[in-house]
């Protein structure tokens, strides 16, 4: 043995041997053990104790912490000591070895961090060969991903005709097979009913619309309704509002005739007095022709003597230019033509003055004759109130004659 600091001297430790092998005293549980450079005696006997050096010398201990150790040698693990860093990484201890696990129970840290066995339970239940189930009832929108792309055939049987809606937020199913019902929404659900009102619809999805349904408000101010799709209109007839305000069919007539193709014609003296405007400021004016006939030969009632209107009115404040008349059938009385004509209006004998028929210019026979107005201003009569043109007849009855009288006038300032 080396001779340095703290160490025995060989010679002292075979010494202190010897000493003991020829008769030497050293006491049971003793060993020999350097102490200050000297040989010294050191009790090892204390029970379980063990022999750990200090870095100076060695003593006898007892074994604490984590294991314990018996007198016969035997070391055991103290309890609770074990932790994470005291088992081998790659350990791999044996299920057996962990404490009994009830059947069907798993290993889960708790709130306190610790591993605690626990019942499976909630939306998942587990055998205890592992075989997991999802418990009835638990399964929620959240929990299918969202493409999970679900088989139709994996949902529940559904009727044909029929079709899932939410009802109180569930899904239920509803019958739509009913012939020709539609699916309208009532503002909290959707429900099948039958199609009424002013259409049909027929189960191939064809829409007709029903008779005597289409009021005005139904057509679109710009639809443009092409003039074939109305009812036929006979040629000539026009579309007019009837007394009770219905659009009627009917012919035109009265003063103005229509054909087929729009052309409008004025009758045959259709034409009176007030149709013509009077102008009542500086502007274009008609110069008027009245023309009545005075035929005592085909109407008996103006033979007699007496004043005959003749049917048209020369307006207030006319102006009479010319005057003339066309004798188509001499006039006569049957006796010795003593009977007189005047031609007038508004006042007497201006237009012709009253003469015999009998009188030698003739005036009453057959042929054209001038009246008073000649187209001067010397002869031209001013009427103020106007009225009717008129044949008088004096003295004598009369039996035959025909004229057609013509009165050329205008109208002047309606306020003179």
């Not at 418990?135 to 055939?153: E, L, M, P, Q, R």
């Not at 193709?261 to 102008?279: C, D, F, R, S, Y």
């Amino acid at each position: 043995m080396n001779s340095t600091t703290n160490d025995i001297a060989l010679g002292t430790v075979i010494a202190a041997i010897e000493a003991v092998a020829v008769g030497g005293a050293l006491t049971t549980g003793s060993m020999i053990i350097g102490a200050a450079g000297v040989v010294a005696e050191l009790d090892v006997s204390t029970d379980g104790y063990i022999l750990v050096g200090n870095g100076t010398t060695a003593t006898s201990v007892a074994v604490s912490g984590d294991v314990t150790i018996t007198n016969a040698g035997v070391v055991a693990i103290a309890s609770g000591v074990i932790i994470n860093a005291d088992i081998k990484s790659d350990a791999a201890i044996a299920y057996s070895k962990l404490a009994t696990l009830a059947s069907a129970r798993l290993i889960v840290g708790s709130a306190g961090g610790v591993a605690t066995a626990v019942d499976v339970t909630g939306d998942v239940t587990i055998s205890n060969a592992g075989v997991t189930a999802i418990a009835s009832d638990v399964i929620i929108n959240t929990d299918v991903k969202s493409d999970a792309a679900i088989a139709f055939s994996k949902l529940a049987a559904l009727t044909t005709g029929s079709i899932l809606i939410g009802s109180a937020s569930v899904a239920t199913a509803l019958d739509i097979k009913t012939d020709g019902y539609i699916l309208v929404g009532n503002g909290t659900t959707a429900t099948s009913v039958a199609v009424s009102g002013d259409i049909t619809l027929s189960n191939a999805g064809v829409v007709a619309i029903a008779s005597d349904v289409i009021v005005d408000g139904d057509i679109k101010t710009t639809a443009a309704i092409s003039l074939s799709k109305l009812a036929s209109l006979a040629s000539g007839r026009l579309i007019v509002g009837s007394a009770g305000n219905v659009a009627t069919a009917v012919d035109v007539t009265g003063d103005v005739t229509i054909s087929s193709t729009g052309v409008t014609a004025i009758g045959a003296g259709k034409v009176l007095e007030a149709m013509v405007g009077v102008p009542t400021t500086n502007a274009l004016g008609l110069k008027r022709i009245a023309r009545v006939e005075f035929d005592p030969s085909l109407n008996s009632g103006e033979r007699t003597i007496g004043a005959h209107t003749l049917g048209v009115t020369i307006p207030a404040n006319a102006i009479i230019i010319r005057s003339w008349y066309d004798v188509c059938t001499t006039f006569a009385d049957g006796v010795a033509d003593l009977a007189t004509i005047a031609l007038h209006c508004e006042t007497a004998d201006n237009i012709v003055a009253a003469i015999t028929i009998a009188d030698g210019s003739n005036v009453w026979d057959q042929g054209l004759h001038e009246a008073i107005s000649t187209g001067t201003t010397a002869t031209a009569k001013k009427l103020t109130t106007g009225g009717l043109l008129t044949a008088t007849v004096g003295a004598v009855n009369l039996t035959a004659g025909k004229l057609v009288l013509f009165v050329e006038y205008v109208v002047t300032d309606v306020n003179a």
